[in-house]
């Protein structure tokens, strides 16, 4: 949705976490996720809400507006890969 926020090393991170929740299977643990919202860990530079001015939030940060329906996609097409990609994570 953002390709600014595209991650180069994604597709290892998410290699990993399939890994780490296969492996913890067959222990019987389970690996839940835990979602923060845009900018939360890393804050956002402010030239993607110069570029996207519609996405900012209000808060620390800032967050990316959840009232937008670009962040919602965005969101949607971010937990779809991480399930996806590693199936086995669960959520509470």
Do not use: K
Request: charged share 20%; net charge negative; aromatic share 14%.
């Amino acid at each position: 949705m953002f390709p600014e926020l595209n991650d180069p090393e994604a597709a290892v991170r998410l290699a990993r976490l399939d890994d780490l929740t296969r492996r913890a299977r067959r222990f019987g643990i389970d690996i839940y996720a835990y979602f923060a919202t845009g900018g939360y860990h890393h804050h956002l530079p402010e030239s993607f809400f110069q570029n996207h001015p519609e996405t900012r939030g209000y808060g620390w940060g800032p967050p990316m507006c959840t009232s937008t329906e670009s962040v919602r996609q965005y969101y949607t097409e971010t937990v779809g890969t991480l399930f996806h990609h590693a199936p086995l994570v669960r959520v509470l």
